[in-house]
């Protein structure tokens, strides 16, 4: 790409502009491919040091203060223009013709409240928190892209969208739409790390490939009484008992099988002496779905099933539905899209994947715009595959350099 070009570019308002390629001039003579080829030469160890900074630095959700900067210093740096979110954490970085259309690529950059126990030499050093669900290489992966397709004369513009908390509810992607990051995207892609393929390997499918995953919290109360005397009460523990079999149960047959939704209760506490009737008690657990319909569907639902489950044990109660996020929905489209950038990777890059029960708050942008997720591969191949969200999750690196082609491939395509 010439210099007149990226300063054309910038004149038409893109938000980012470079000045000088990996190749300096004789980036214009090279194939898009060859550039992200050629910038990953040159750059695949700052992208390796990028992730471990950004490991060893973690932050929970909307503290991402430090990680917003180092992004946005690296981006200005490469003569971009980061636009920082409200409130200090997230951006957003919009390079390409005005005039195209524009394509979103999303990484999340929020740690866990979990102690790291590695053993890395650029392990956490905050105690209590850690990147074990790979949050920091979503980073490092979006940031390359950035710096290697600024580059290039892109087919259509693209919007880099650097999402603050995805580990809680309500999520940064609700922030991020709210201020606007969506405005002009006609389309979004992401890739989340998954230890379950080796590295090389993406998984990617049509429709749902996480789920909703709403909570659900039930207070009980009745008078009490003693246990030699139930008829002279409300018996709580039988009302929780029937509800703790009842609703997983009813929703069972009240839903179609193939939406994969499931009811499961994590936590129920109530009394304390094995002769008396609690006055008070409670149940917790979690309602997920892959089908957007049926997610519509559940909260009334499971107060008619509640309702109906504890009306003729006369047992007071409150219940606390509280929605989650949709399911990732990946459209027909977008999701070849993302097979063909896939498959230029090689031959056995692209895999399949299974729908999982987990939730990811890039449903959020699905349901403005049209997109879809994939799973990046991050095991090795050899030894134990370390699931997300354990206090010894690693990744093996290599992958970084996969996920920088595998999103800079989507863009390429695109035109």
């Known amino acids: 790409m010439s210099t007149t070009g990226r300063s054309s570019a910038h004149a038409e308002g893109s938000a980012c502009a470079t000045t000088e390629g990996p190749g300096g001039a004789g980036v214009a003579d090279m194939s898009g491919s060859e550039v992200v ?46 636009q920082k979110m409200p409130g200090g954490t997230g951006l957003i970085c919009d390079i390409g013709p005005v005039d195209a259309p524009r394509i979103g690529l999303r990484a999340d950059m929020d740690a866990l409240p979990l102690q790291e126990f590695t053993g890395l030499g650029f392990a956490s050093t905050v105690p209590g928190v850690s990147h074990a669900c790979g949050h920091d290489a979503h980073t490092a992966i979006l ?115 193939r939406t994969s939704t499931v009811m499961v209760w994590g936590a129920v506490s109530a009394g304390k002496a094995p002769n008396a009737i609690p006055q008070t008690g409670m149940l917790t657990g979690t309602v997920r779905t892959g089908d957007h319909a049926t997610w519509s569907l559940l909260e009334p639902m499971v107060n008619e099933i509640v309702d109906g489950l504890l009306a ?39 895999a399949d994947t299974p729908q999982s029960g987990g939730g990811e708050d890039f449903s959020w942008y699905l349901e403005e715009v049209p997109g879809a997720m994939a799973r990046l591969g991050v095991w090795s191949g050899e030894g134990e595959q370390l699931d997300l969200h354990q206090a010894t999750f690693d990744l093996d690196e290599r992958a970084l350099a996969v996920g920088v082609r595998a999103l800079s491939n989507i863009i390429l395509q695109a035109g």
């Open 143 to 257: 940031l390359g892209t950035a710096l290697a397709l600024a580059e290039i004369d892109l087919p259509v513009g693209v919007r880099f969208v650097f999402q603050p908390a995805e580990e809680v509810m309500p999520g940064g992607a609700i922030d991020m739409v709210a201020a606007g990051a969506m405005e002009g995207v006609d389309r979004i892609f992401a890739l989340h790390c998954d230890p379950r393929l080796e590295v090389g390997r993406v998984g990617i499918r049509v429709g749902a490939i996480t789920s909703a995953a709403d909570t659900v919290e039930l207070v009980l109360d009745s008078p009490g009484g003693h246990t030699s005397r139930p008829h002279l009460t409300s018996d709580l523990v039988y009302a929780i008992g029937t509800v703790i079999t009842g609703l997983p149960g009813l929703l069972s047959r009240r839903i179609d099988p």
């Open 312 to 350: 003729p044990t006369g047992v007071r109660y409150q219940l606390n539905y509280r929605r989650g996020v949709p399911p990732v929905v990946n459209d027909e489209h977008s999701t070849r899209m993302f097979e063909d950038a896939i498959r230029a990777l090689g031959p056995d890059a692209l």
């Open 37 to 82: 080829d050629a910038w990953l030469a040159e750059h695949t160890v700052d992208l390796i040091q990028w992730r471990r900074h950004i490991h060893a630095n973690p932050e929970l959700s909307r503290t991402e203060f430090a990680t917003t900067e180092f992004i946005s210093t690296w981006l200005t740096k490469a003569g971009l223009t980061p």
